[in-house]
């Protein structure tokens, strides 16, 4: 896969299909061959500002057609697209930023403050706005014909369990397998269209452009989700496909009532952990197939996918790996699990990443002869059907979003208040999980639930921020000073 090249994805498919329609937005329908003269001309502006292959440009975008063509310009010239989340905070943002080394910055015009505020701290980065970009008078640019796919795409950042976070490196390899691999599992068909109400910041909707291109599939995409525009736009759009995390499904499925999806929507595409059982019995009375699934920023999106048959009598399983993919089950001294036997989940596959954006020792560590050590528990059944038991150990995926304790615990640690912290996540209805943390004050001191909730919301993205404060003498560690969050969360339970 190394030295394999193709012609530049968007550019082979609006020549194969130029006037299929690529992306609905709103009231705006861009066919295959307009959004690639979109895409050129913004790759031609690009251009102007010094933006040359193999750079590394940030994109701090909405949901909107316009991050749809800025993503594909960058493409075109073979630059890095190093996505950001939107809804970081500016020192999060800046710490990925210098991390990534990124030359050039594009960003909403409506954020403005954060602009400032990054500014601020790293003088030397370029940055211009959307409405900026646009305005621009073009050069011809110098179009990538052809891609390797072992080049980077994009680099995604993610959380580790401990310190800072790291950038995913997405070869165009990658997006391609990850493309595949799809197709193969879910069907494919000519009159496909997925809707995207996801973040394009996040692998999950980033992956739906790709597939877009690839098969040369319309898309429609939402700047947010909204369960009654969701149900209309399948009506009325055709949509067939769509990617949703278990509070959106919950949404849709209570907003429908007594109505029906129509009969050729065929696949709710569910991640972010299993779905609870009435809601499958829902979907199921309301002929809604929804195919449960499990991946990360470093698998290209999902890698292991459950088939709507098995919903129900394999309840709580992500299913199996997809067909380019494997998956096994090691114990800690390597050996590989029996069936049923608990232990970390190990994948492989040409989706995913070849590792971690200057962090050579990391990537070493979680990639193993080609095999990427997840840091997630779980086991295979005896027909290998895989379940997920503990997400990367202490993972908090609260509405579909990935949480770490260790880096809330590591802003809690910061304030002058604060002994000891521990953070943990507890079930929740309509989040699926939240944030909570457990404080030990530093003797003599005093500190209100409310300043450490106002230094987190000035520290963390708000979804971070933990839902509740409990003060407490002592947080429960092992002989070797480990935090054992199981038992805060344990501690919880009875409260």
Same mark, same amino acid.
Request: aromatic letters at 10%.
């Given at each position: ?6 012609p530049?994805?968007?550019?082979k ?6 006037? &299929?329609?690529?992306?609905y ?6 066919? %295959? =061959?307009?959004?690639?003269d979109y $895409?050129l001309k ?8 010094g933006?040359k292959?193999?750079?590394? *440009?940030?994109?701090?975008?909405k ?6 063509v +800025?993503?594909?310009a960058?493409?075109?010239?073979g630059?890095?697209a *190093?996505?950001?989340n939107?809804r970081?905070?500016?020192a ?7 991390? $990534?080394?990124?030359?050039?910055? +594009?960003?909403?015009d ?9 500014k601020q ?7 211009i706005?959307k409405?900026?970009l ?6 011809f640019p110098?179009?990538?014909e052809?891609?390797?796919?072992s ?5 995604m /950042?993610t959380s580790?369990?401990?310190g #800072? ?11 391609w397998w990850? $493309?595949?691999? $799809?197709?193969? #599992? ?10 995207c ?6 692998i999950?909707g %980033?992956?739906?452009l790709? &597939?877009?291109?690839?098969?040369g ?5 939402h700047?947010h989700f909204d369960?009654? &525009?969701?149900i209309?736009d399948?009506?009325e =759009?055709n949509?067939? +496909? ?17 109505r029906r999806?129509?009969?050729? %929507?065929?696949c709710?595409?569910?991640?972010g952990?299993?779905a ?6 829902t ?8 195919f449960?699934?499990?991946?990360m920023?470093?698998t290209?999106s ?11 009598? =394999?309840?709580g399983s992500?299913?199996?790996p997809?067909?380019?993919s494997?998956?096994?089950i090691?114990?800690?001294n390597?050996?590989?699990a029996?069936a049923?036997?608990?232990?970390? +989940?190990?994948?492989k596959?040409?989706n995913v990443t070849?590792? /971690?954006?200057?962090?050579? !020792?990391?990537?070493s !560590? ?8 997840t840091g997630?528990?779980g /086991?295979?059944d005896?027909?290998?059907?895989l379940?997920v ?14 949480? /770490?304790?260790a880096?809330?615990?590591? *802003?809690?640690?910061?304030?002058p208040m604060?002994a000891?912290?521990?953070?943990t996540?507890?079930?929740?209805v ?14 003599g ?5 409310e300043?450490l =909730?106002?230094?987190?919301l000035?520290?963390l993205?708000k ?13 429960p560690?092992n ?6 969050r ?5 501690g919880?339970?009875?409260l």
């Amino acid at each position: 896969m190394l030295n394999e090249t193709m012609p530049n994805f968007l550019k082979k498919r609006a020549f194969l299909t130029p006037e &299929r329609t690529a992306v609905y937005f709103r009231e705006q329908t861009l066919t %295959f =061959k307009q959004l690639y003269d979109y $895409s050129l001309k913004a790759a031609g502006q690009f251009q102007v500002l010094g933006v040359k292959k193999d750079q590394f *440009v940030g994109v701090l975008l909405k949901n909107h057609i316009d991050t749809v063509v +800025i993503l594909f310009a960058l493409q075109l010239l073979g630059v890095k697209a *190093v996505i950001l989340n939107n809804r970081l905070t500016p020192a999060e943002l800046v710490w990925q930023l210098k991390d $990534s080394t990124t030359d050039l910055l +594009i960003l909403e015009d409506s954020f403005s403050e954060i602009e400032q505020a990054i500014k601020q701290q790293i003088s030397a980065l370029k940055t211009i706005t959307k409405d900026s970009l646009f305005n621009l008078e073009p050069e011809f640019p110098e179009i990538a014909e052809e891609i390797s796919l072992s080049d980077i795409c994009t680099i995604m /950042y993610t959380s580790g369990t401990t310190g #800072n976070p790291k950038g995913v490196m997405q070869t165009f390899g990658n997006h391609w397998w990850s $493309s595949v691999g $799809s197709a193969l #599992n879910l069907g494919f068909s000519d009159g496909d269209c997925w809707l995207c109400s996801v973040p394009l910041f996040h692998i999950s909707g %980033f992956s739906i452009l790709m &597939r877009s291109v690839i098969y040369g599939m319309p898309i429609v995409v939402h700047e947010h989700f909204d369960a009654e &525009r969701t149900i209309e736009d399948i009506a009325e =759009k055709n949509v067939t +496909i769509m990617s949703v995390v278990g509070t959106m499904l919950t949404g849709i499925v209570e907003t429908l009532e007594d109505r029906r999806l129509p009969d050729y %929507f065929r696949c709710m595409l569910l991640g972010g952990g299993p779905a609870p059982l009435p809601l499958l019995q829902t979907c199921v009375e309301k002929s809604i197939p929804v195919f449960q699934t499990y991946g990360m920023t470093e698998t290209s999106s999902q890698i292991v996918t459950l088939s709507p048959e098995y919903s129900l009598n =394999k309840l709580g399983s992500a299913g199996k790996p997809l067909f380019p993919s494997e998956i096994r089950i090691e114990q800690d001294n390597r050996s590989i699990a029996d069936a049923g036997q608990a232990g970390e +989940i190990v994948v492989k596959g040409p989706n995913v990443t070849a590792g /971690y954006l200057f962090r050579p !020792e990391a990537t070493s !560590e979680k990639i193993q002869n080609g095999w990427l050590y997840t840091g997630d528990i779980g /086991y295979l059944d005896g027909e290998g059907f895989l379940y997920v038991l503990d997400r990367r150990s202490d993972l908090i995926i609260s509405g579909g979003e990935n949480i /770490y304790p260790a880096e809330v615990e590591s *802003v809690l640690l910061a304030h002058p208040m604060v002994a000891d912290a521990g953070v943990t996540g507890l079930d929740d209805v309509k989040w699926g999980q939240v944030p909570i943390a457990f404080i030990v004050k530093r003797e003599g001191t005093t500190v209100s639930v409310e300043e450490l =909730k106002q230094f987190c919301l000035e520290r963390l993205a708000k979804y971070k921020v933990p839902k509740e404060f409990y003060f407490t003498e002592k947080l429960p560690r092992n002989a070797a000073k480990k935090l054992l969050r199981r038992k805060l969360r344990d501690g919880v339970i009875g409260l």
